[in-house]
């Protein structure tokens, strides 16, 4: 039986990898391995999970240095030499081996005015918009983010500036620009602006390259440059 | 800093970054073509000395330079060093006018 080498972070921001032997499979999965670990050797490892098929965005860790989605990546894919370095995500405080504390990457989703601010009342008729309307096609772009923090782990520029909004949250204000539905326009243009806002993004492309979901924040963000700019000539902002 | 003010910034960077780019690529076929019989003070001279045009190109181009440095240094110092807020707005405006300052009495200095 062949096996894989996994190193697993242990500890909070203080810690070390901790050497295991797992068996390999077929078609098995980082999640799987970490899984394992849990389960047959040693009980105490923390770490998050829940639907196992790509749709919850609850178990993103960094694996031989690149975050990833680990229910959907497979061993085959990442393994160098028979080795695996399974990791926490970057730019995120550590809780626990591999759980991070995820508040302050949704709290930016607030701060960037991630919720929808409805026009309609329940009396009003259901809104019609045009699948095929050029506002509707740039919200369905970016619209089929699952939160895993995997953008978010992989950016410099949040890395550098902790204020930064991250590609997450900036992706998901830039889906409801283009909600036709939302009244909140300028409001959330002003919380998107600035140097802990979408002027800060130096279009390195990192979290483009790294969705799990095919998902290009950088274009959002780039949409959202373009929006605010607008909205500042026309002295809106 | 306000949205609005920040919003500005960058759209004055894109803006200058066109001017700037415009006016490299028009000051390296200068370079090439000036180097073509050797270069001489004189022969620069005689090209920049009460020649308008030159006047007003090299005017635009540092002011484009001192609008344009400044607020990319600016993003730098809060990234890489951390130092954000007043200091930092006082230190790159003081630069903004050194560059202008130095580099317009350039400009006049091959002209007059």
């Known amino acids: 039986m062949t096996t894989l080498q996994v190193d697993v972070w242990r500890g909070a921001e203080d810690g070390r990898y901790q050497r295991f032997e797992v068996p390999r499979e077929a078609n098995q999965t980082v999640l799987d391995v970490v899984t394992y670990i849990q389960r047959r050797l040693d009980a105490t490892l923390a770490y998050r999970f829940a639907c196992r098929v790509g749709m919850c965005g609850s178990c993103a860790m960094t694996v031989n240095g690149v975050a990833r989605w680990t229910c959907r990546t497979h061993v085959s894919k990442v393994t160098r030499d028979g080795r695996v370095e399974i990791g926490p995500l970057r730019n995120l405080p550590v809780i626990r081996d591999l759980a991070t504390d995820m508040r302050e990457f949704f709290d930016k989703w607030a701060r960037a005015k991630g919720a929808l601010a409805p026009t309609a009342t329940r009396k009003d008729d259901f809104a019609r918009v045009p699948p095929d309307s050029p506002q509707r096609a740039a919200a369905s772009a970016g619209i089929e983010c699952i939160g895993c923090g995997v953008c978010y782990a992989s950016c410099d520029v949040v890395a550098w500036n902790p204020d930064y909004l991250g590609p997450a949250a900036l992706n998901r204000a830039w889906t409801l620009v283009n909600d036709v539905r939302d009244g909140a326009r300028i409001e959330r243009l002003r919380a998107v602006a600035g140097d802990a806002g979408c002027h800060a993004c130096h279009t390195h492309m ?20 373009r929006a605010t700019a607008i909205a500042a000539l026309k002295g809106e902002l | 800093m306000s949205a609005r003010a920040e919003t500005r910034l960058w759209i004055a960077q894109r803006a200058s970054a066109v001017v700037l780019a415009l006016c490299v690529v028009v000051h390296l076929i200068v370079i090439v073509y000036a180097m073509r019989g050797g270069l001489s003070a004189a022969e620069i001279l005689g ?66």
């Open chain 1, 206 to 225: 990192s979290c483009t390259e790294r969705c799990p979901k095919q998902i290009a924040p950088t274009a959002s963000i780039a949409g959202l440059k």
């Open chain 2, 47 to 112: 090209r920049t000395r009460g020649n308008a045009g030159w006047l007003i190109f090299y005017g635009v181009f540092v002011l484009a330079a001192a609008v344009h440095a400044p607020i990319g240094l600016r993003a730098i110092c809060s990234e890489w060093l951390g130092w954000r807020g007043r200091s930092l707005s006082v230190a790159v405006h003081l630069l903004a006018v050194v560059l202008a300052v130095l580099g317009l009495r350039a400009v006049w200095a091959v002209f007059a």
